[in-house]
DNA sequence: CTTGTTGTGAACATTGAGAGAACAATTAAG
DNA sequence: CTTAATTGTTCTCTCAATGTTCACAACAAG
């Protein structure tokens, strides 16, 4: 997943917050990468992010912070239940690894109800949702209410939570978040045909609709389900 | 599923992550795989890539990440992602020492695929899955993958995860786990009727089953589920 | 025979990395 | 408010490392 230089990088970085609390400077950290200049840093630092390994305020000074550490990007074997102490040895496998363990649950925000009328972006930042890692992929997430029942013979509900991978692009096929002419995000299956965009409910009360691809946005594709009985 | 070669060329990927947490280049791929043609590897990577077990980002130097391992006994690929979470003081984070989230997560065991023909006790201690305590209500719960379409219309696929909650009692509607003469465990809802027990599957296709009261043993109760899409 | 996997080689395209400088944003100080 | 110091961002060059694609061939299985 990474190369020489972006692992050397982020384990700086990551001694450094470990043994400081302080992010280092992009100055600091060409420093110890021995470079002349920091766009070489600022190259690596993008690579990472990109990668998921750290996570950055842009234009903030001392903003980074570790998602991830190098070796556990695999597979790890099947944790048994906790509580004993030989799986210290399990643990030992994976480097010292502190600020922010964040391996089984991730939190994600909830941006509301989907199908509500309004542009996910409008309501970033409400709250936010815990979730087993092992539920998502790769990539940012961000979680969303299902609302009315379009969905339920793909088994999603009303009052399900949808975990959404963000994302501009999606295969025929997949079950997207779809805003609508700026105004109306959905969830829906998504085709495509005769260079129209057709949206599938996944209900035999609902019709397809058909679209124009500049009416159309993917702003997400469902990556998981998560659901409550009481 | 693999060929020898993808086979062989994944455990290389996975070795190299986990030793060194470096991707191994194309270059080093053809000479573990001793061949004398990055394209071969290529195509290999390809296919890989194609049946779920690797993710790469396209046209990037080193970015392979295993998600699968062929000999996988049948968890879920472990991996962290990035989180999003919202306060904006990463820098004045203060190093942790004890590595355990302490959160409010709890690890559930994992039982098996449900309707296996199998008592759920003979399966225990198979693995692990973390779940957010959020989505649980008090008590001790455990987890099924669930095999089989017979909820479908209740919105439970197969492949799901169920969460369910231990308990010998329930009420009338409600899903549970019920093991039918001490022999198969299904996951159904459950109505009284009669002094006779009726399970009831969410699927026209099948029909509801009725059982005397001493041939039915409630081992849980549906409190949650989980779903993955690819 | 047809199909799928594997092997080879080479041309080609893209990214990774380093340097240096100018510019923008943030913060603290006067 | 203005200024200066610190820090992050972006740009252009340059070269090396790496990934992509194609055509052609051998081989095995069905």
Redesign the interface.
């Known amino acids: ?4 230089k972006q ?1 050397e990088l982020l384990r700086f970085i990551q001694a450094r ?3 400081s ?3 280092p400077s992009f100055e600091e950290m060409k420093e110890a990468l021995d470079l002349k200049s920091k766009s070489g840093v600022h190259r690596l630092i993008s ?1 990472l992010e ?3 390994f750290i ?3 842009p234009n ?1 000074a ?4 570790v ?10 074997p ?5 509580a004993n102490s030989n799986d210290d040895s399990a ?1 030992a496998r994976v480097p ?14 909830l941006h509301g109800r989907i199908a509500a009328g309004v542009p996910i972006e409008a309501l970033e ?1 409400q709250s ?15 979680a969303l209410e299902v609302s009315g029942d379009s969905m ?1 013979d793909a ?3 009303d009052g ?1 939570f949808a975990l959404v991978k963000r994302t501009n692009t999606c295969r025929d096929g ?2 997207v978040v779809a805003l609508v002419r700026g105004e109306e995000a959905t969830l829906k299956y998504l085709r495509r045909e005769n260079g129209m965009v057709r949206l599938d409910p996944a209900n035999a009360a609902y019709e397809p609709q058909i679209y124009g691809p500049d009416e159309i946005e993917v702003q997400g ?9 009481h």
């Open positions: 997943m990474l190369t020489r692992h917050l470990e043994e609390g302080i992010s690579a990109e990668r998921g996570r950055r305020l903030r001392r903003a980074l912070e998602l991830r550490q190098p070796d556990d990007a695999g597979i790890k099947q944790r048994p239940v906790p643990r010292q690894l502190a600020p922010e363990p964040a391996n089984d649950v991730i939190e994600i925000p930042g936010s949702l815990a979730v087993p890692a092992a539920l998502l992929g790769s990539g940012e997430h961000y339920v088994g999603i509900l399900d997949e079950i594709k469902l990556a998981g389900l998560l659901r409550r009985y």
